[in-house]
T-cell receptor, first 115, second 109 residues
């Protein structure tokens, strides 16, 4: 079974520029999550999708961050404009929820550096 | 905020059992104890979870105290590849994961 795919793996941009990350979850997983992990800290949930609907985006800085999952499969996370404090690893995860299984499977992440 | 307390770091000799403690004194009756680990430059990886009974799988064992206020993750024969940050998380099923700082486990040769 293929895992969660993310691209790019690394991105360096200047502040005030825009950036987008892509995630392809495990096939058949209806629930998709985006996390932000700042160096030295645990991951923090930004947004959760169930199919193509948003379940929880309470921690998403909506003035600059946006995310979509149009067809209920792939997802993109965008930052516009980026700030220095957005430097972090952005992790995507997915869950099946079938059969009462709630484990989340994570991708390798995208490391963003804002200069 | 995370509902668990873990030591910041631990060391263990290769081949020995690594025992990682976690305190979760405010755990509710419907909340499970989940363990994830994160190897350097990778995403977190699910290890094991339990409600009140001890659990074992191919990766680890989870021992939960009778009052459910604490638990221990056991890696029976630690290898160098087990060096990682280990996160103990308390959550009800389908609730979001709230990660704390975790325990940085170093396996020494």
């Amino acid at each position: 079974e293929a895992g969660v795919a993310q691209s790019p793996r690394y991105k360096i941009i200047e502040k005030r520029q825009s950036v987008a990350f892509w995630c392809n979850p495990i096939s058949g997983h209806a629930t998709l999550y985006w996390y932000q992990q700042i160096l030295g800290q645990g991951p923090k949930l930004l947004i959760q999708f169930q199919n193509n609907g948003v379940v929880d985006d309470s921690q998403l800085p909506k003035d600059r961050f946006s995310a979509e999952r149009l067809k209920g499969v792939d997802s993109t996370l965008k930052i516009q404009p980026a700030k220095l404090e957005d430097s972090a690893v952005y992790l995507c995860a997915s869950t099946s929820l079938a059969g009462g299984r709630y484990e989340q499977y994570f991708g390798p992440g995208t490391r963003l550096t804002v200069t | 905020d995370a509902k668990t307390t873990q030591p910041t770091s631990m060391d263990c000799a290769e081949g020995r059992a690594a025992n990682l403690p976690c305190n979760h004194s405010t755990i509710s009756g419907n909340e499970y104890v989940y363990w994830y680990r994160q190897i350097h430059s990778q995403g977190p990886q699910y290890i094991i979870h339990g409600l009140k009974n001890n659990e074992t799988n191919e990766m680890a064992s989870l021992i939960i105290t009778e009052d459910r206020k604490s638990s221990t993750l056991i890696l029976p024969h630690a290898t160098l590849r087990d060096t990682a940050v280990y996160y103990c998380i308390v959550r009800a099923q389908a609730q979001k994961l709230v990660f704390g700082q975790g325990t940085r486990l170093t396996i020494n040769p």
